[in-house]
């Protein structure tokens, strides 16, 4: 009641979601759900020991309705880039409340200038983690040395051999897999996690101490046609493309309608729900706002109820 009345715009949103959300209360449909992706992304070769992330698997005959069982994802912890922060913030000695600070005062710098402060892509991280891997090889062989001349004398110590968890994590690259594996849950499978926020993406380490994710929590799974996903590929590659007439038109054929059927504001809501969030598109405002003016100019009377868990899957992972 109070969504209709104060922020109608969320509304039929928020009666997708409450559909949705009634299914994270039946564990074993959870089960389920949980091995039908892992099974879906396995296939892939996307899943499983050396690949990019890990589903745990649903033990199916040990569940009730209240009770979910699965294997326990070893090692794992919740992704925090505040560990990463640390390791930057040391790396430049600072605090992190400095660097916190540094990071802020640039993106600052950036909007003043009209600029947008993007981190280092995939391949900068890749390169930047191969020098430090040298220097910790080269560093790892003499630590071998010591511990096999030296180290070996009562009273001394011996050195540690680090692994690949002393080196920092390539989130851009975890970003894109977040990105890849989802999408390949959506536009390749048709059953996609609609609710992929932090909470339920952790960081795994492999034998090797290399990470890699771990992804639970499918309570809340959506199913879509072939049909469905043929149209919103299409509308991806519009958007890709930046084609405002397609755009317009296929949000039109997914079922989006408006009072006045506004093509700026049929634009505009494409752009935010299923692309991209910046200063360009929002005008400096924050994204709740910018939502609540377009609702302002042209009332939304529906929405792709296809389309929302994807929406609200795509604008959870890009944060």
Do not use: W
Not at 148 to 168: A, M, N
Not at 227 to 243: G, M, Q, W
């Amino acid at each position: 009641m109070f969504a209709q009345v104060a922020q109608p715009v969320h509304v039929p949103a928020l009666e997708e979601i409450e559909k949705q959300f009634m299914t994270e209360f039946d564990y074993v449909l959870e089960g389920e759900q949980l091995e039908t992706v892992r099974n879906n992304l396995m296939k892939a070769g996307l899943a499983g020991p050396g690949k990019i992330c890990r589903v745990p698997k649903a033990y199916l005959k040990y569940c009730t309705t209240r009770v979910l069982v699965m294997e326990e994802l070893v090692g794992g912890v919740k992704l925090a880039l505040k560990e990463e922060m640390k390791f930057q913030a040391a790396r430049e000695g600072k605090s992190v409340d400095e660097y916190f600070e540094e990071v802020k005062r640039k993106e600052k710098q950036a909007k003043e200038k009209g600029e947008e402060l993007k981190g280092p892509s995939s391949e900068e991280y890749d390169f930047y983690i191969s020098v430090l891997k040298k220097k910790r090889s080269v560093e790892n062989l003499g630590r071998r040395l010591y511990n096999s001349t030296i180290g070996f004398f009562p009273g001394t110590r011996t050195k540690p051999i680090e692994d690949k968890s002393s080196l920092p994590i390539n989130h851009a690259k975890m970003v894109d897999d977040l990105l890849l594996i989802h999408g390949h849950e959506i536009l390749v499978d048709g059953f996609f996690n609609g609710d992929p926020h932090p909470g339920n993406i952790m960081l795994l380490r492999e034998p090797d101490g290399s990470p890699t994710l771990g992804l639970i929590d499918y309570g809340q799974v959506k199913r879509i046609t072939k049909e469905t996903r043929v149209l919103f590929s299409k509308l991806l590659i519009a958007l890709d493309d930046d084609d405002k007439d397609e755009i317009v038109r296929l949000m039109k054929e997914a079922g989006f309608k408006t009072k006045n059927m506004d093509p700026e504001v049929i634009y505009l809501y494409a752009k935010v729900s299923y692309d991209e969030i910046n200063d360009k598109i929002l005008g400096g405002k924050h994204v709740q706002f910018f939502m609540e003016d377009l609702e302002a100019r042209d009332p939304i009377v529906a929405l792709p109820k296809d389309l929302l868990m994807a929406s609200r899957c795509s604008l959870l992972i890009r944060g």
